[in-house]
C-alpha cells in the first residue's frame, strides 16, 4: 500500500481529491500525518509510564497528580456528604474536598520548580566546564565523560545520562537536543539551541560553550533579581489577606452578636420585626467564612502568579491561606 491508498485508509483524502492533489501537497499531507500520529503515540507513552511508574512520572509532569487527587478527593466527598448531609459540617467537606483535589499537585508543581531551578543554576558551570576541557585538547565526548565525574547537584544525573549516550555514539548536538527535551526549561532550550546554531555555522565549540554558559548565568541573575523584586508581593498578599481576616473575625465576633442582640430587643418591643428582627447570627457567621476561605485561596493563586509567576506556584500559598482561614473561624469564632 502506498501513501495515497493509505490517505484515503484513514480518511485523511477523500476520492474527489485524488487526482487533483500535486506531490508537494500529497508530501505536506504525509507530514502532517506523521506528525499526528507521532504526538498520539507520545500521549500513549506517558499514559502508559504512569501507570508503570506513577510517581516517577507525576515528578515530570506535576498535572498527573490531579489524576490521583481528584478521585480521591470524589471519594472524600461522598463519605462526607453521607456523614455531614443537611449540617453545617457540610462548608467543612467541600473545602477539604478542594484541599485534598490541590495538594498532591501543588506538592509536585513546587517540587519540579525547585528541581528546575537547582539544574539552571548548575548549567552555566556545566557548560563552562566543559568549554575548559575542550581548550584543554579533549575531545567533546571525552570532555563530558570527564566532567560526569564531578557533582553538579541536580544536573549530575542529566551529566551522567549524556556521558551515557555519547559513550553509544550520539552525536554531542543530539545529545543535547535530547537534553532539553528531557528537562524542558525556558534557560536550557536557550541555551541548547545557542550551542547548536552556532556549531552549525561552523563555530569554535568551546566559545560557544563559554558564550552559553555567560548567557545562562547572566539569564539567572536577572531571574533571581526578578524573584527578589517580585517577593514583595507575595509579602502584600499575604498581609492584605490577614488584614480582610482580622477585619471579618471582628465583625463576626463582635458586630454579628451585638446586632442578634438587637434584634431580640427589637422583637421584644414589637418593633422592626421585618428587618433587624429576623436577623439570624449563624447565617452572617457563615457567610463570613465563606468569604474568608475564598479570599485565602484565590490570594494565593495571585501570589503565585506574581511571586512566582506561575499560578500553579499558587497552589501551595492558597492551600496555606484556606487552612488559616478555616482555622480561625473553627477554633477562634
Do not use: C
Not at 503515540?41 to 515528578?59: D, Q, R
Not at 548548575?122 to 560526569?148: C, H, I, Q, W
Not at 536550557?188 to 560553550?209: C, D, F, H, P, Y
Amino acid at each position: 500500500m502506498n501513501f495515497k491508498d493509505l490517505l484515503l485508509s484513514v480518511g485523511s483524502l477523500s476520492p474527489a481529491q485524488d487526482n487533483t492533489l500535486s506531490e508537494d501537497e500529497l508530501r505536506e499531507l504525509e507530514d502532517a500525518l506523521i506528525d499526528s500520529r507521532i504526538e498520539e503515540s507520545k500521549k500513549n507513552i506517558l499514559v502508559k509510564e504512569f501507570f508503570k511508574k506513577p510517581a516517577k512520572t507525576i515528578y515530570k509532569h506535576p498535572q498527573y497528580a490531579f489524576l490521583i487527587s481528584i478521585p480521591v478527593a470524589l471519594m472524600a466527598f461522598t463519605v462526607g456528604m453521607i456523614f455531614a448531609w443537611g449540617t453545617v459540617l457540610i462548608d467543612d467537606v467541600i473545602i477539604f474536598t478542594i484541599l485534598i483535589s490541590i495538594t498532591p499537585p501543588a506538592i509536585a508543581y513546587h517540587k519540579k520548580y525547585k528541581n528546575t531551578d537547582n539544574v539552571e543554576e548548575y548549567l552555566p558551570v556545566f557548560l563552562r566546564d566543559v568549554s575548559e576541557m575542550s581548550k584543554a585538547g579533549l575531545t567533546l565526548p571525552r570532555a563530558v565523560n570527564t566532567v560526569a565525574k564531578g557533582e553538579y547537584g541536580a544536573l549530575t544525573k542529566e551529566v551522567q545520562h549524556m556521558d551515557s549516550s555519547m559513550s553509544w555514539g550520539v552525536s554531542f548536538e543530539h545529545t543535547l537536543l535530547n537534553f532539553a527535551r528531557r528537562v524542558n526549561t525556558p534557560i536550557i532550550e536557550r541555551s541548547v539551541a545557542l550551542i547548536t546554531q552556532a556549531s552549525r555555522a561552523g563555530g569554535k565549540v568551546s566559545s560557544v560553550l563559554e558564550a552559553a554558559a555567560r548567557d545562562a548565568r547572566e539569564v539567572k541573575v536577572l531571574e533571581r533579581e526578578r524573584n527578589g523584586n517580585m517577593m514583595v508581593y507575595v509579602v502584600i498578599s499575604y498581609m492584605s489577606f490577614f488584614v480582610f481576616i482580622f477585619v471579618i473575625a471582628m465583625l463576626t465576633s463582635s458586630f454579628v452578636p451585638a446586632m442578634a442582640e438587637a434584634g431580640k430587643a427589637a422583637s421584644a418591643a414589637g418593633a422592626g420585626s421585618q428587618f433587624i428582627g429576623a436577623f439570624d447570627p449563624s447565617v452572617y457567621s457563615r457567610l463570613m467564612m465563606h468569604t474568608a476561605v475564598l479570599q485565602g485561596f484565590m490570594s494565593g493563586l495571585v501570589a503565585g502568579q506574581m511571586g512566582e509567576g506561575s499560578v500553579y506556584q499558587g497552589l501551595k500559598h492558597s492551600i496555606v491561606l484556606t487552612l488559616i482561614a478555616w482555622t480561625v473561624f473553627t477554633f477562634l469564632i
